[in-house]
């Protein structure tokens, strides 16, 4: 007999036209959708729960997790299990829409409410030559939401880590949507230490330093860390500390990341003790003296102020036309980019910081849309077109550090979304 | 959500009246009689509802402790999926024993504790031969049918928490705290997680532990051994006599007894609550195991056959 009468309730191809292809990462591929027109009949409306109108979607396919002649279900990955009842869960105006979530043929398709942009993104637009600097107002607003959502997130005992500006998305409306949940998990009361469920969190220029340095017992605090890498990748355009990611080696031990804690140490210097009470009970601790050895410059830091001033005036900021922030951004950028865990900002704290004040005078605190007062229109995120049937031929769930893309491919369709 | 009941799927969405349940029932009956008019004999008989979920409970909760070392919170999410499961799907439809290996396998995964698909398939076999799968695929494929069917709501609010939390307030002992969270195993095997949040049944456990305890009329070890109930039938009568009169009312049930009368919580509730543990009480001594087996092999048999 038949386990389950199982047959899925919708079908993909039954309600969204692809647009076009997206992204590919290590999760899979993403597709722009809309709704499916068909000569006789309007395309259905779907409202976000606020009431408007979601005009387009984001569909992200989830790429199989072993390679084979034959298609099977192997079991959903811990990675995709995780992000489709996170996503399920959770409802906040800074976190991306779930749409729906469709189980079909093997695959797993989860349909988000399209975002237009993300903070990559307008980086990259920004630096482009001439160089601009992201406008003070927008700048604000983005942290503003930024922190809301994580605010909301660690109330509800889930730690995002994986913060990075191509996770963060923006709507042409100028709204912060936190995206990506694949390696967000719920804290409270863990069975196991956080640790020993995934090695390696993080993408290495926003993993936090208790993370370089082994900590088992990691907090919410890994997040507001990468906050402020982002805070100063925004204001400078660049990551702040770009170091390069050793590689796990053969006997899968997880290796110090040195490179890394060399770059933080330039701009900040090295951790101390006297800072951070704990560091020492950190299991790389023997391994921090060995940083310096290998880059001297972190015995003569860059000092954050030094950071700060530099890039002020290496930004073009134009004192009339865009004036830069003010000196409550470094201070606030300081106390995110705090060594010891303990005395870093929370989001809530960050949250009351007189950066998002008083700045403007007005002692309110920034609205909700970043491009507010704004001249300029970002483009529009790349879709390419060339093929975008979505092939249910492959299988269900992925591994964070899953196969290289192209191992997806397998037949004709697929292969000309690689060309495209 | 994970903060906040009130505001999760469990509270929105898997949360009923009893009326709601029973319909529930017996639409998918109905349904699945009428969608079989081919087969003159229809759907055998299931076995009894209440031995059925006893059956389940016992059965998973000894494979996550004896074979395969599952912890108790990602068991307790396993027999919350099957229950709403079993809302949706008619069990004569289904293979019982691969949908607990996929409930547990998925609750493992959920709870941050996973156990390798064919490690869980091979235990399952392993513990039940009337399983028949052997191919991990077929879980595989269960796991997307138990997603789809729960529509991804898979983050669960347990009682354990609750009485945690409860532990301090009504300054419960070690043994008191055990016997709560055996009642509290032993809830699994009635509706009161799709009746009640999980606050209302660890204070029910609460009470219902405070009540006995002092009475004596427990046999040591029978709360920590797996699968018999924690309570004894007549204790658990004599405890609902006791919500009365409160007769046994020493020092902890009378602080009880104030702190619900100042809180805010349901005590309509938490009263129905312990007559349903008291009722699975009484019912688990009709139980007998090897008929609801037997009773679940000839339905998987004659589901075979048509």
């Given at each position: 007999m038949d386990a389950t009468p199982y047959a899925p309730q919708r079908h993909i191809n039954d309600h969204y036209d692809i647009v076009g292809f997206i992204s590919s990462g290590t999760y899979g591929r993403v597709y722009k959708a809309v709704s499916r027109r068909t000569p006789n009949q309007p395309a259905p409306v779907v409202k976000h729960p606020s009431g408007r109108t979601i005009e387009a979607f984001a569909i992200k396919k989830f790429k199989p997790d072993k390679e084979g002649a034959e298609l099977q279900y192997t079991g959903i990955s811990q990675s995709a299990i995780r992000e489709m009842a996170l996503c399920t869960e959770l409802s906040h105006p800074a976190l991306i829409h779930l749409v729906e979530i469709i189980l079909e043929s093997k695959c797993i398709f989860m349909v988000f409410e399209y975002a237009e942009h993300d903070l990559l993104q307008i980086i990259h637009h920004h630096s482009l030559l001439p160089r601009t600097p992201i406008p003070a107002s927008t700048l604000r607003s983005c942290m503003y939401q930024l922190l809301s959502g994580l605010l909301y997130l660690h109330q509800n005992w889930v730690i995002h880590r994986d913060l990075k500006p191509a996770n963060i998305m923006v709507t042409s409306s100028g709204a912060i949507k936190i995206g990506d949940l694949g390696l967000a998990r719920l804290f409270y009361k863990p069975l196991h230490a956080l640790f020993s469920g995934d090695k390696v969190v993080v993408t290495i220029w926003y993993r936090a330093p208790e993370l370089l340095l082994g900590s088992r017992h990691y907090t919410p605090a890994i997040d507001l860390w990468a906050v402020g890498c982002i805070f100063a990748e925004l204001m400078?355009?660049?990551?702040?500390?770009?170091g390069e990611e050793a590689k796990q080696d053969s006997k899968k031990a997880v290796p110090f990341q040195r490179n890394q804690m060399g770059k933080i140490g330039e701009v900040l210097g090295l951790p101390r003790k006297s800072e951070w009470p704990l560091l020492q009970a950190m299991p790389e601790y023997p391994n921090l003296q060995t940083v310096s050895m290998h880059n001297p410059s972190v015995n003569r830091p860059v000092t954050l102020q030094k950071w700060y001033r530099n890039t002020i005036v290496n930004s073009n900021y134009h004192v009339q036309t865009s004036p830069p922030p003010d000196d409550s951004a470094l201070d606030l950028l300081k106390k995110l980019l705090e060594y010891d865990p303990l005395k870093r900002l929370t989001a809530e704290q960050a949250l009351k910081h007189p950066y998002f004040l008083g700045a403007d005078g007005t002692g309110k605190p920034p609205g909700s849309d970043c491009f507010e007062g704004l001249a300029t229109k970002y483009p529009a995120r790349k879709v390419s077109t060339e093929a975008h049937e979505i092939a249910t031929g492959s299988l269900p769930g992925t591994k964070r550090s899953g196969l290289p893309d192209d191992s997806l491919l397998r037949g004709p369709p697929q292969k000309k979304m690689r060309d495209g | 959500m994970a903060a906040n009941y009130w505001d999760s799927t469990q509270a929105k969405h898997f949360t009923y009246t009893k009326s709601e349940l029973a319909s529930l029932r017996s639409s998918l009956l109905y349904n699945s009689n009428n969608n079989n008019n081919n087969n003159a004999n229809k759907h055998p008989p299931l076995p009894e509802t209440r031995h059925l979920a006893i059956y389940m409970q016992t059965h998973l909760t000894k494979f996550a402790r004896r074979q395969t070392n599952i912890r108790q919170q990602a068991l307790a999410t396993a027999q919350i999926y099957l229950k709403r499961f079993y809302l949706c799907v008619d069990?004569?439809?289904?293979n019982p024993y691969l949908l607990m290996a996929t409930a547990l396998y998925l609750a493992c995964k959920m709870e941050e504790t996973p156990l390798h698909i064919r490690l869980m398939l091979g235990e399952a076999a392993r513990q039940w031969p009337e399983l028949g799968v052997s191919e991990t695929g077929r879980l595989g494929e269960c796991e997307f049918a138990l997603i789809s069917t729960l529509r991804s709501r898979l983050i669960l609010h347990h009682p354990y928490r609750s009485l945690g939390e409860l532990q301090g307030v009504f300054g419960l002992g070690t043994e008191e705290q055990g016997l709560a969270h055996s009642i509290i195993n032993d809830s699994f095997a009635t509706d009161l997680a799709l009746l009640y949040p999980p606050h209302i049944i660890a204070i029910t456990a609460i009470f219902l532990a405070v009540v006995l305890r002092p009475t004596g009329g427990l046999p040591a070890g029978l709360a920590a051994h797996s699968s018999s109930p924690a309570v004894s039938s007549s204790a658990a009568q004599s405890a609902l006599a006791g919500f009365g009169g409160l007769k046994q009312s020493g020092p902890k049930l009378g602080k009880l007894v104030d702190w619900l009368a100042e809180s805010k919580v349901d005590m309509e509730a938490i009263v129905d609550a312990t007559q349903e543990m008291v009722s699975l009480y009484e019912c688990w001594e009709g139980y007998s195991e090897r008929a609801v087996r037997e009773a679940i092999t000839k339905m998987m048999r004659e589901g075979a056959v048509k």
């Open positions: 400078s355009l660049r990551p702040i500390f770009k | 069990l004569r439809k289904t």
